[in-house]
T-cell receptor, first 112, second 114 residues
Framework: DAGVIQSPRHEVTEMGQEVTLRCKPI?????LFWYRQTMMRGLELLIY????????DSGMPEDRFSAKMPNASFSTLKIQPSEPRDSAVYFC??????????FGSGTRLTVV | AQTVTQSQPEMSVQEAETVTLSCTYD???????LFWYKQPPSRQMILVIR??????QNATENRFSVNFQKAAKSFSLKISDSQLGDTAMYFC???????????FGEGTQLTVNP
């Protein structure tokens, strides 16, 4: 089992550009989560999916953020247009019910 | 709404000694799960230990054990025989059995000194 796979590991982009973060959950896990981690706010849940359906997106900061899960093995988090305050580490995690939540290695996003 | 509180932003311990990290939570639910995650400088989030609220027996994983006090809504993590590799940020987390949303505390930065 390769675990939760996130790409890219690092992303540096200019303000105003579109950024797409990718996640491949563990096979058989039916829930997928996107978290953002910053020093100021800690770990924030942005959105989560159950069986590919978005359940709670109340943590998505604004309309510039969008997430999709077209199938059970792939999800994206898109920021358009990006702003410097979006700089953070973005984690994807997956789980099978509440038995355990496995996190990916995260994407460190820097918007300059 | 569920909340998780870790009141110790930083802690330090000498190698080979024992340290306890505190966590309290608030919920009106009766059935839930509690977790401790470790985040070393590599930033990977690693599951350390898991506790089901309906189990009275405290969970144990090698040098890691918990003291789960359901009535007090307390879930502390004890690390025995601390090792340098235990240096990390530790997060307490909570989820109800009826939900999927994992709620995290603010974290405790643990430093193990040689």
């Amino acid at each position: 089992d390769a675990g939760v796979i996130q790409s890219p590991r690092h992303e540096v982009t200019e303000m105003g550009q579109e950024v797409t973060l990718r996640c491949k959950p563990i096979s058989g896990h039916n829930s997928l989560f996107w978290y953002r981690q910053t020093m100021m706010r800690g770990l924030e849940l942005l959105i989560y999916f159950n069986n590919n359906v978005p359940i709670d997106d109340s943590g998505m900061p604004e309309d510039r953020f969008s997430a999709k899960m077209p199938n059970a093995s792939f999800s994206t988090l898109k920021i358009q247009p990006s702003e410097p305050r979006d700089s953070a580490v973005y984690f994807c995690a997956s789980s099978r019910r509440q038995y355990g939540y496995t996190f990916g290695s995260g994407t460190r996003l820097t918007v300059v | 709404a569920q909340t998780v509180t870790q009141s110790q932003p930083e802690m330090s311990v000498q190698e080979a000694e024992t340290v306890t990290l505190s966590c309290t939570y608030d919920t009106s639910e009766n059935n839930y799960y509690l977790f401790w995650y470790k985040q070393p400088p590599s930033r990977q989030m690693i599951l350390v230990i898991r506790q089901e609220a309906y189990k009275q027996q405290n969970a144990t994983e090698n040098r890691f054990s918990v003291n789960f006090q359901k009535a007090a809504k307390s879930f502390s993590l004890k690390i025995s025989d601390s090792q340098l590799g235990d240096t990390a940020m530790y997060f307490c987390a909570f989820v109800t059995t009826s939900g999927s949303r994992l709620t995290f505390g603010e974290g405790t930065q643990l430093t193990v000194n040689p």
